[in-house]
Structure formats: structure tokens, C-alpha cells
């Protein structure tokens, strides 16, 4: 039988960042702390597992709230049209995850690098995966198309975002 354990995701012990430059000069990072995802794979191995991700834009944190506000607008995320982002996966080989990610109402296929750190049993008796994700994608793919110039000339924000996702996951009974 193809994929018959499921696992969810733990999110007291898993980060879902990006990564963007502001004015060239320097990096700001967000997370997004509503999130949920599930992966169904053939016992403890993770290849071609079917991996389903999604979290609320309305979540989205960079420690600002004017810039939080402004990354739910319409220039950004409209989260209140468009309340979550999703990932589903494609195909799966231990290190590159292929799947389609879904922004607003814009839908691309990503791939995205994964370092598999292993399973370990807590001290509860939960079996856990770990994951590193890594990837990058460019926003105005997804419509998110604001921009600004300083003076200067320079771009306020960057095109490209770099995502940072590290994540455990919990092998359920």
C-alpha cells in the first residue's frame, strides 16, 4: 500500500522564514506562524512521499506591524481574498522536492532542496522526522508586485525571496 503513515507537522519545533533584501543593503526576515502540513509516506521512508503544506498569510511576522500590515494588502499577499498559500508536492527523491505552490490565485511549479536530518523517538515515545528546506522564488511570479525606488535609485524590495523552512514532523499511530 502506497503512502500508509501519515505524518503532521509539529509546529512548536518547526520555522517556516523567508528571506528578502530591503534597499539592496540589507535582509529582512519574515515567518509565517499559522501553518499545517501533512506527509504520507511508506513507513520511515520519505521518497515520493505525498507532502501537502499551507499557512495563513494573515500570519505573516517580520517584527513590524506596518510592514505586516502592509504584506497582508493587496500590494502584497490580500489576505483577506486570499487567506492561505499552499504547497503540494510533485515528486520527492531525498533531496529535491518538486511541487506546486500557490500565492494569491497564481499557481508554479517550485523546486526546493531538502536536507533530511534523520528520525529520532522524543522522550514521549513520538517518532519525529526532521527537514531543511531551502529554496527561492521570485515574487512577482506570484503577483506580488509591489515596488518602490529610493532616491537613490535603488529597489526597495527584492524580487527574489529565499525561503528558510526547517520543520519536524510526527509519525501518528
Known sequence: ?????????DPTHSEIAFKVKHMMISTVTGYFDDFEATVKTDGDNFNN?????????????????????????DD??????????????KSFDGEKLIGDLTIRD?????????????IAVDPYG??????EVKGEVNRKDFNLTW??????GSIVVSDKVKLEIDVQFVKQA
Not at 1 to 9: D, V
Open 76 to 89: 502584497f499577499f490580500n489576505a483577506e481574498k486570499f487567506p492561505e498559500l499552499k504547497f503540494i508536492s
Open 1 to 9: 500500500m502506497k503512502n500508509n503513515t501519515t505524518w503532521s507537522i
Open 126 to 131: 513520538q517518532t519525529k522526522a526532521g527537514f
Open 49 to 73: 512521499a505525498d507532502i501537502e503544506f499551507s499557512a495563513r498569510t494573515a500570519s505573516i511576522n517580520t517584527k513590524n506591524k506596518d510592514r505586516d500590515a502592509h504584506l497582508r494588502s
Open 147 to 152: 515596488n518602490a525606488v529610493t532616491e537613490a
Open 106 to 118: 497564481v499557481t508554479k511549479e517550485v523546486t526546493l532542496d531538502v536536507d533530511f536530518n534523520g
